[in-house]
């Protein structure tokens, strides 16, 4: 693929926005900048503070321990740390670098502030609004669709900032529907690794010290650890080890920053982890781990682009055949192999559901990897499965459309249904 072609520039866009550092999970990473936002707009430090959340990002914030809180979990504590402390100038970086003395005020402050939690009645799956007030003075910002997407800020009623909720998907976000697999194996097949070194670098340094990490300390269930313990120390066992113990420590208040994919540390650390783990065994050079990376970043968002950031469907899923792309071509696989790599994987894990960050999206984690290191062992051993097998169809893009089909409009009520479950309905 020519540097100078649309479809290539379009690929590193797409990179350059998706692969950044965040601190914490994302869902309540978003509230707590949503709140060290709606701080800002106040111009003083809220006494009184309401979350209006969508029924995803409950989801995914109850159970899932906040970063620089003091082991606290849920809504209230990443609304809280971000209000109090949170650079709202560092996105999804908000809170990871909150002072010691900050950690100390947290617990006084959240006693002395006055929290509510509300369920938005809302169209959108990702939708957050934190109204801040002191005194007779309120502000309120409100977050769509992704999560730093600032589409309102109002200060007293008057507005500071609004986009039309129409345009909520960002006028400059790039044409992510261009993406198939054929162009994404050619575009990592030929990209111009100057153009992608750095962002590849920083995947590999964060979310190897954030698996360095889970495997050293006790976080969680210790997937990874157990991983390692029950079933030995093979190449498979190690990727999916790796990736698992990097989500044990980042679903269990781990202050490490990770490179995400698709908005979800959980994700960036299954597309990137195994991949990295099975370069060392099979003596890749840099260059031929940068080029698995891109395929298992690209395939990945690829996959989650027609599901949506928050579904019902766990997105490790998507990002476990990505990894196996991944895996498949470090191990000597061609275009064939990857495709035939990933709509096995999809075939073995889909319908994962997802209810929640917390400790078991690691073992989930871990059974996706597996999933995507099977597809292709399935292949190299000339078994796959073929069009009409449950979900598959001929051709990797129209089983990946099923696949988003899936997740995004035949799981709709499977959510509800989780989210009134994890919400005591």
Known sequence: ME???????????????????????T????????????????????????ITASGNIIKNVKSVVVPNTGG???????????????DETAALEVIAHISSDDKERLGPYLETTMITVEAAQSDHVLDIIVAASKGSDTAEVQIVNEHTNIVKITRNGKILLEKELAATVDTGKPDYECMTIE???????????????????????????????????????NIGKTLLKAYG?????????????????????????????????????????PVIEYAKEVGATQEQLYRALLLSNLVTLHEKEGIGRLSAYCGAVSAGAGAGAGIAWLCGGDYK?????????????????????????????????DAGIMGFEMYRNGQQFYGGDGLVLKGVENTIRNISRLGRIGMKETDKEIIDMMIGK
């Open 183 to 221: 162009d994404i194996y050619d575009f990592a097949m030929s990209c111009d690794l100057e153009d992608v070194r750095a962002i590849l670098d920083r995947q590999i340094a964060y979310n190897t010290a954030i698996a360095d990490e889970g495997l050293r300390n006790d976080y969680g269930a």
């Open 3 to 25: 540097k100078n072609n649309k479809t290539y520039q379009t690929y590193i866009e797409i990179l350059k926005r998706e692969l950044v550092p965040a601190m914490g999970c």
């Open 337 to 369: 192999a990857i495709i035939h790599t990933i709509v096995n994987a999809l075939a073995i894990t889909s319908g994962i559901v997802c209810d929640g960050a917390k400790a078991s999206c690691a073992a989930k984690i871990s059974a996706a990897v």
């Open 27 to 50: 869902e309540p990473i978003a509230i707590a900048y949503c709140a060290a936002k709606a701080r800002e707009a106040l111009g003083a430090l809220p006494n009184k503070l309401v």
């Open 233 to 273: 120390q093979s190449i498979q066992i190690r990727a999916r080890a790796r990736a698992a113990a990097g989500s044990d420590a980042r679903m269990n208040g781990c202050e490490l920053p990770v490179i995400i994919n698709s908005g979800s540390g959980n994700q960036g650390m299954t597309v990137s982890l």
């Open 72 to 86: 606290r979990k849920g809504i209230e504590a990443a609304a809280a740390i971000g209000a109090l402390a949170g």
